[in-house]
Structures are given as structure tokens and as C-alpha cells.
């Protein structure tokens, strides 16, 4: 049994206050969101398997990332037992090692800001796909847990989403300064129809 094999609810307030380290720069987690499978209408893998997200399907403990918005990158850790889907979204995080280089792939960041959101996280941390699937007790990324669990730990709505947006499964920090602002999903825009 790994840390990582309970379910995404279990497991997200767990990973706060870790360490996760690539490249030269290491994150202390700061702020997380749970993602289920099929009895999640919010997670990439509410309609099955399919070639971007079968990385979610297991094994536990390896890195589950995508691209978005043609532009950004969010890393999340997979966890569960094999076969079923579940991974942690890693929102925010605090620089705590490797601070010069984190502001070189992040130029003119303030420092709350450097890992502040999913897209940042990895930028600072250069994760992109070819990370996709690896696990994260290797020697070029490594995630270490906390000795002992937070105990600060505050937890609400996931940001942005419309589908199930009322789930508390977002995990942060209380009173930390690297957790990112919530915001709900945006309404979806109306179509104008003539008449």
C-alpha cells in the first residue's frame, strides 16, 4: 500500500506541505483539488479511458500531465487503486529551493507568485509532457510527503468548473500567501439569434 492509493478526497489534503522537486527547483504544495472518475462529471476521465488522460488510470503515484488552452501545462498525481481513475490537481505552491532558476523560467514573478495556479506550478518546476506518466519517487522528480499532516488545512469549491462546482474538493493552507484567488466558472456565453 502506497500513500497514494486511498481516493483523490483522501489523498488531496494529504499532499499539502509536500515537497515536489524537478529540475533544480523544489515546491512546497500549498494548495490542491481532488478529481474522481466516472461519478465525476469535473474530471478528464468522466466519460472513460481515452489517449490524454489514460495516465489516470494507474498505477498510483505517477504524474498525470496535460496541456490546455493551448498554452499551459498542469501536472496532477494519480492516485487510487489500479484501474480506477482519480488524480490531484497541484494548484499552488511555495518555492523553497532553487529560487534563482524558478524566477529565470518565471521572469518577473513576485515571489508569492512564482507557483501561484496549475500553469505556473509547472512552469516554475519545468513540467510539461514528457514528464507525463512518470513516477514521482524518481531521481529527477521526487515528491516527498510531510512527516506529520498540516493541520491548517482549509478546504472549498474546485476553481473554474462547471461541471459539479459545488464539490468541496479544493485543499489549501490556511493564511498562505502562494494559494491562488477562486474563481467560479464563468457563465457560458449566449448566442445572439436573429430574428
Known amino acids: 500500500m502506497t ?17 515536489l522537486t524537478h529540475r533544480g527547483v523544489t515546491v512546497r504544495l500549498t494548495e490542491v483539488e481532488a478529481y474522481g472518475g466516472a461519478d465525476d462529471p469535473g474530471s478528464h476521465s468522466y466519460r472513460g479511458r481515452t489517449r490524454r488522460n489514460t495516465v489516470m488510470f494507474g498505477p498510483a503515484g505517477h504524474l498525470y500531465v496535460y496541456f490546455t488552452y493551448g498554452m499551459h501545462y498542469c501536472a496532477n498525481v494519480v492516485v487510487g487503486p489500479d484501474g480506477t481513475p482519480g488524480a490531484v490537481l497541484l494548484r499552488a505552491g511555495e518555492v523553497t529551493d532553487g529560487l534563482d532558476l524558478a524566477r529565470s523560467r518565471r521572469p518577473g514573478a513576485p515571489g508569492r507568485d512564482l507557483a501561484r495556479g496549475p500553469a505556473r506550478l509547472c512552469r516554475a518546476l519545468d513540467l510539461d509532457l514528457a514528464v507525463n506518466g512518470a513516477p514521482v519517487n524518481g531521481e529527477e522528480l521526487s515528491l516527498v510527503l510531510p512527516e506529520t499532516p498540516v493541520v491548517n488545512v482549509a478546504r472549498g469549491p474546485r476553481v473554474g468548473l462547471r461541471a459539479a462546482p459545488e464539490r468541496p474538493w479544493r485543499f489549501w493552507l490556511d493564511g498562505e500567501p502562494s494559494v491562488s484567488s477562486y474563481r467560479p466558472a464563468a457563465p457560458p456565453r449566449r448566442r445572439r439569434t436573429s430574428i
Open 3 to 19: 500513500p497514494f492509493d486511498d481516493t483523490p478526497v483522501e489523498v488531496a489534503p494529504r499532499l499539502l506541505g509536500a515537497l
